[in-house]
């Protein structure tokens, strides 16, 4: 067995893949409805789901443009709240554009995501073990891995 694949390959790799998924999701599934709720409520939940996503994302590339070329730990920022601002917000995207697409399938397509992305996140923590240190594993030890901390605990 080869080396495993970088952070960079695993990232692309599973982009593309859960991109694919998701787009035969949506041109596979049926439109689902509910009577107490109107399709332009769901459509607006979704958009709204997708601005938070998309806030959160400008967010962390504010503090990381390039995250394949890493020289420093950051933890400043979103990146004090949670360890992947990244995967979090394509997360939230995912689940605005399956409210906001109503297909049933996409239901699917965000239980798939999560856990790819889940998977590609825990894959990167020793890599930046390796690379960081007693710096990362503090670091990991006061900030969550997705679901972001109202508070800021002091990194030790």
């Not at 990381?64 to 990244?86: A, D, E, F, Q, W």
Request: charged fraction near 15%.
């Amino acid at each position: 067995m080869g080396p495993a694949p970088s952070s960079s390959m695993r990232q692309v790799a599973a982009g593309f893949a859960v991109v694919c998924f998701g787009l035969g999701c949506l041109t596979y599934g049926r439109e689902w409805r509910f009577a107490f709720i109107s399709s332009s409520t769901t459509e607006i939940v979704g958009l709204a789901i997708v601005m938070v996503g998309v806030i959160l994302r400008v967010l962390a590339f504010k503090e990381i443009p390039c995250t394949h070329r890493i020289n420093k730990l950051v933890t400043s920022g979103i990146y004090s709240k949670t360890r992947n601002p990244v995967y979090l917000s394509f997360m939230i995207i995912v689940l605005g554009i399956a409210i906001f697409s109503r297909m049933s399938l996409t239901a699917l397509w965000v239980i798939v995501t999560v856990l790819v992305l889940y998977w590609v996140a825990k894959s990167e923590e020793s890599d930046l073990e390796t690379k960081f240190g007693e710096q990362y594993r503090a670091y990991k030890r006061n900030v969550p891995r997705f679901i972001p901390r109202l508070t800021t605990k002091p990194i030790r």
